[in-house]
């Protein structure tokens, strides 16, 4: 299933939420949980990994963080196959459902986590513009999809498209945790 989130609804979902503190929250729920979390980035480029190895206590909950900014690393690393990129190219839904798919393969994770996307202020097209990105997030019984439209209501620049779909993957891997 796909679920769309405009940046309205982003800055909605994050009205009174210490967005700086996300990462903790997420640490301290997997660590409640005694699960794994592992990340596959590619327009977030390391950022959800960075921050959630700030927080004191992560190396018991995260063992990997994959940077998959070039296709060839999508394919040989994550498992995305050649014809999902050919197709869909490696900023669609199922490029995103691969590659939290295949992190958790690759680490052994209970919860596998994917960000791609056009993060600008190139690289954009009229179906695919700056600001479009892909959350996924695999568990062992189902993946969930996110579109996220940080385009819909303002232009935002490469870094706020950036922490926007940092912030709301670690929010969206919390609320999922939440569920388990």
């Not at 301290?28 to 927080?55: D, F, P, W």
Request: glycine share 8%; charged share 20%.
């Amino acid at each position: 299933m796909t679920y769309l989130i405009t940046d309205k609804d982003y800055y909605e979902r994050t009205q009174g939420i210490d967005t700086k503190g996300i990462e903790e929250s997420l640490v301290h729920l997997l660590y409640e949980k005694h699960m794994k979390t592992a990340t596959a980035e590619s327009c977030t480029g390391g950022m959800i990994s960075q921050r959630i190895t700030n927080v004191s206590g992560a190396s018991n909950v995260f063992d990997c963080g994959i940077c998959s900014y070039a296709n060839i690393i999508k394919e040989k690393l994550l498992g995305v196959s050649n014809k999902i990129l050919s197709t869909y190219g490696a900023v669609s839904k199922e490029t995103a459902t691969q590659m939290c798919q295949g992190i958790m393969k690759v680490a052994y994770s209970d919860i596998g986590l994917s960000t791609t996307g056009i993060a600008g202020p190139t690289g954009g097209s009229k179906d695919k513009p700056v600001g479009l990105v892909f959350i996924g997030i695999a568990t062992k019984t189902h993946t969930t999809i996110y579109r996220a439209e940080f385009c819909h209501y303002a232009q935002h620049s490469r870094d706020e498209v950036r922490t926007m779909t940092t912030n709301l993957a670690m929010l969206l891997a919390t609320e999922e945790l939440s569920k388990l």
